[in-house]
């Protein structure tokens, strides 16, 4: 369990009765629970604001936490079939959960991509990331970048990506990298980059008001766009 010492006293309150129903400990930053994390494992972060740079090199899950989204309290990630179900019963669209009920969670840096992936079978759900700063004159795979994934094959669920002077999301070195109704928007350069012989698949996912290509496939890599 996550919670940013930044956040309200509510939320740090919700955040240890939480921790204590999981037998766990209430962690600061995210770095400082990956450190200690094992393959799947579950990383629940409440709403906050968290400066730092998130490295992933386990099968780790990392999950935006908001009692808003739960059922009887439960810790629900985006993909969870009740959790869909619930929603739509609330007369909720799938469509509309990415911009109403997640997103409390902020991870900001400047300079090398917020988020990295080294790990084959990571998964990040619900959680904005904003990046500024970084290799204003590197070019494809030293271009600067918000999110990264150099290694493996990374999931990524209802998340939004901003980068400052550069692309939202690169996947490069072979590696690959799936979607689903994520944001790649508003940034330096392209929403989606891939690279290297990297793989990306997209599904449902809104790229818009980049400053130069919404999605660029370069040297001998491919990525696919669904509705």
């Given amino acids: 369990v996550v919670c940013s010492p930044s956040s309200t006293l509510e939320t740090r309150n919700e955040a240890e009765v939480f921790a204590k129903r999981l037998s766990s400990e209430v962690y600061s930053t995210i770095g400082e629970a990956l450190e200690l994390a094992q393959d799947f ?54 469509s ?48 600067p970048r918000c999110a990264e994934v150099v290694s493996g094959e990374l999931t990524v669920i209802g998340c939004c990506f901003r980068s400052e002077i550069g692309s939202a999301f690169m996947a490069a070195d072979g590696a690959s990298a799936i979607l689903r109704q994520c944001r790649l928007q508003e940034s330096g350069r392209c929403g989606l980059i891939c690279v290297s012989a990297s793989r990306a698949s997209c599904q449902s996912c809104l790229l818009a008001n980049n400053s130069l290509n919404g999605c660029d496939v370069q040297s001998g890599s491919m990525a696919v766009l669904r509705r």
Wanted: charged share 25%.
């Fill in 96 to 143: 509309d959960l990415w911009t109403s009920a997640h997103h409390y969670v902020e991870v900001i840096h400047s300079g090398d991509a917020v988020l990295s992936s080294r790990s084959r079978g990571a998964r990040v759900e619900g959680i904005s990331f904003s990046h500024s700063g970084g290799n204003a004159a590197g070019r494809g795979r030293e271009g």
């Fill in 41 to 94: 494992d579950r990383i629940s972060v409440f709403r906050g604001i968290y400066k730092e740079q998130i490295t992933l090199s386990r099968a780790v899950i990392i999950c935006c936490w908001s009692s808003s989204n739960s059922l009887q309290d439960s810790d629900l990630c985006a993909d969870d079939e009740d959790y869909i179900e619930w929603q739509m019963f609330k007369g909720e669209r799938p």
